[in-house]
């Protein structure tokens, strides 16, 4: 089995993460990465910043908000000094503050690309959310201004640094599972009316972007594969105001180079647990839940070995302490960066076509 | 919520089948409806004529075999007398034969349509195995020669005679589910080399014609709706020989009416246990096996109800003996057949059209 083309997670790197690597370098660097929150929503507030908590190489170290009030609550629980609270308007004065080495970009989608490009104007380095932008064109802009700066860019893709993820991909990726054939995988939720989600011009688009991507980016982790032949089909149901700019449910097909075939599902109209199955030569594997913040949990049934069931007992917010330490060590030590802008902009891309296909 | 249309199965009908109806009914009958076996295979010797043994209403009176030997030894243990039993050149000599009222069709694809019609010529009832043939012409061909002999033709989908698919069924029409807005569903094998089922001439199609069909129709049964959108992909990795003619594997999206969106895969060359998922607005189900001989289990999570956890503890070949009922009821009694000729072309249409999308 060779290695994917155009993916960045080597069979050593599975190891480093599963045996706390990261842990065991952070012990030897003196400082600690300090990381503004950009954007005081539930993710930054109640899942990455919490996570910082227990990071040895990373801390929360600014907070940029609209919401002066909010930044000031959640300073005094951190110990942030007054001076590291920004708003949207001074944001560019992080130039000048020692204090963040990284910006978490926690923003509306359709932001991602503005708060990017003016961190790395600042010169600093970047973990920005899912999905990376609303354009190619913005995803692009975003590699070219981190670039140019010199700083990292990396998407949050929390599944990519789970170890039950890792461990599904190393099952895939050394042949245990045989000649990979297939991939089914879901995601989605029932969306309350009023989010932000639901406005194009700040989402960019609907369930797809926002967690169909998880299955989408699942199937080229996964495999090590990039997919062509994309074909969706997408539709609205509940015609009570909340999808009258993007698409309530979205299916799509699509092909891999070597032959794997995917079908996805994705809504913002019913639960639809996150999940996927791979379907090997021999055996199988099924991840449920695949994509949550906690609670993932593997089973596979491989010809002629023991049943294997591996749930992860990690609770939340371990997953965001281990993507937030994946660009701190970077940043401290070097190293290949992961779920880089790149990948970020692979998924911008194939989810262009996923719209194109189907008349979006 | 309204009854899908095109569709045979009455929300009656599946009270009726629940509460054993049909057994009931039996009691009063004076005859057993008397079955041929064409084709002596596995799906005939293991599961259908065996499944006879425990009707109140059909039993198993002929046999048809290119294999006198095969067929003498199964007479013995059925009690056939020696004049039932036929070749496939005599075979139009049961025209003469009161035993038999019905032919259960088990031979490969291609052979489905020939047998069909010559069965109906001979003044036979058919019931006769999925999928319907290899080609919509022989499927229509079948039809008319029933219509024509006012015979009835029934294919053979188990799934809609099983309770616990009813069950999920009655769900979702029911409106428990709420608007259903997505299902993913899938269903495979590795297959052995040397099986007719790889052969095109005799198979028609691949996984999808023998497996996926599964699917295909369940999405249908389930949703009483006819899809449309239908777009797929299809592949073959391994190179061994088995797949010169067929695809290996394959995955389809279609939409449905009112908007459903599903995503389904199928395959050849791995284990890919038959499930279906339906996400509605209110809950969701999963079965899982969905489509097997016995352990069919649906799961249900429905908001504000108890977790629905119901295994279908029937053995095999408790189906088969469901579906011959069905159609033995039909022919004693009258009433609407379900899973009638037109049914099955509806089917063929459709996989067809999966084809097509994906160039094969």
Same mark, same amino acid.
């Given at each position: 089995?060779?290695?994917?083309?155009?993916?960045?997670?080597?069979?050593?790197?599975?190891?480093?993460?599963?045996?706390?690597?990261?842990?065991?370098?952070?012990?030897?660097?003196?400082?600690?990465?300090?990381?503004?929150?950009?954007?005081?929503?539930?993710?930054?507030?109640?899942?990455?910043?919490?996570?910082?908590?227990?990071?040895?190489?990373?801390?929360?170290?600014?907070?940029?908000?609209?919401?002066?009030?909010?930044?000031?609550?959640?300073?005094?629980?951190?110990?942030?000094?007054?001076?590291?609270?920004?708003?949207?308007?001074?944001?560019?004065?992080?130039?000048?503050?020692?204090? @963040? &080495? #990284?910006?978490?970009? *926690?923003?509306?989608?359709? =932001?991602? +690309?503005?708060?990017?490009?003016?961190?790395?104007?600042?010169?600093?380095?970047?973990?920005?959310?899912?999905?990376?932008?609303?354009?190619?064109?913005?995803?692009?802009?975003? @590699? &070219? #201004?981190?670039?140019? *700066?010199?700083?990292?860019? =990396?998407? +949050?893709?929390?599944?990519?640094?789970?170890?039950?993820?890792?461990?599904?991909?190393?099952?895939?990726?050394?042949?245990?599972?045989?000649?990979?054939?297939?991939?089914?995988?879901?995601?989605?939720?029932?969306?309350?009316?009023?989010?932000?989600?639901?406005?194009?011009?700040?989402?960019?688009?609907?369930?797809?972007?926002?967690?169909?991507?998880?299955?989408?980016?699942?199937?080229?982790?996964?495999?090590?594969?990039?997919?062509?032949?994309?074909?969706?089909?997408?539709?609205?149901?509940?015609?009570?105001?909340?999808?009258?700019?993007?698409?309530?449910?979205?299916?799509?097909?699509?092909?891999?180079?070597?032959?794997?075939?995917?079908?996805?599902?994705?809504?913002?109209?019913?639960?639809?647990?996150?999940?996927?199955?791979?379907?090997?030569?021999?055996?199988?594997?099924?991840?449920?839940?695949?994509?949550?913040?906690?609670?993932?949990?593997?089973?596979?049934?491989?010809?002629?070995?023991?049943?294997?069931?591996?749930?992860?007992?990690?609770?939340?917010?371990?997953?965001?302490?281990?993507?937030?330490?994946?660009?701190?060590?970077?940043?401290?030590?070097?190293?290949?960066?992961?779920?880089?802008?790149?990948?970020?902009?692979?998924?911008?891309?194939?989810?262009?076509?996923?719209?194109?296909?189907?008349?979006?």
């Amino acid at each position: 089995m060779t290695e994917g083309e155009g993916m960045t997670i080597s069979r050593r790197e599975f190891a480093g993460v599963a045996l706390g690597a990261i842990a065991a370098r952070a012990q030897e660097s003196e400082r600690k990465v300090g990381y503004a929150m950009v954007g005081l929503g539930r993710i930054s507030m109640q899942h990455l910043a919490p996570s910082l908590k227990a990071s040895k190489i990373a801390k929360v170290t600014a907070l940029v908000s609209g919401h002066r009030d909010k930044a000031e609550k959640m300073a005094a629980e951190y110990g942030i000094p007054a001076k590291n609270i920004y708003s949207y308007e001074n944001y560019d004065a992080i130039a000048d503050n020692k204090d @963040i &080495d #990284a910006v978490y970009v *926690a923003l509306p989608n359709s =932001m991602h +690309a503005e708060y990017t490009v003016r961190a790395a104007k600042a010169g600093k380095h970047v973990l920005c959310e899912k999905p990376m932008a609303t354009t190619v064109a913005d995803a692009q802009a975003m @590699i &070219d #201004a981190c670039k140019k *700066a010199n700083r990292k860019l =990396m998407i +949050a893709y929390r599944c990519q640094f789970e170890p039950t993820n890792l461990r599904a991909t190393e099952l895939i990726r050394s042949g245990r599972l045989g000649k990979i054939q297939g991939i089914e995988s879901a995601n989605g939720f029932n969306i309350r009316a009023g989010e932000w989600r639901l406005n194009m011009k700040l989402a960019g688009g609907g369930p797809l972007m926002d967690v169909g991507v998880y299955s989408l980016n699942a199937c080229r982790f996964l495999t090590g594969e990039e997919p062509g032949d994309i074909k969706a089909n997408w539709s609205v149901i509940d015609k009570d105001g909340r999808f009258n700019e993007v698409e309530e449910n979205l299916g799509w097909t699509m092909r891999f180079p070597s032959g794997i075939v995917a079908s996805c599902n994705t809504t913002y109209g019913a639960n639809m647990p996150g999940f996927y199955r791979v379907h090997g030569t021999k055996g199988m594997l099924h991840m449920e839940p695949a994509f949550g913040y906690e609670g993932i949990h593997l089973t596979a049934k491989i010809q002629g070995e023991p049943a294997i069931d591996e749930p992860n007992p990690e609770k939340d917010p371990a997953q965001f302490t281990r993507e937030a330490d994946h660009l701190a060590n970077v940043i401290l030590h070097g190293g290949e960066l992961r779920a880089s802008g790149e990948e970020g902009l692979r998924d911008m891309k194939l989810m262009m076509e996923i719209y194109r296909s189907c008349g979006r």
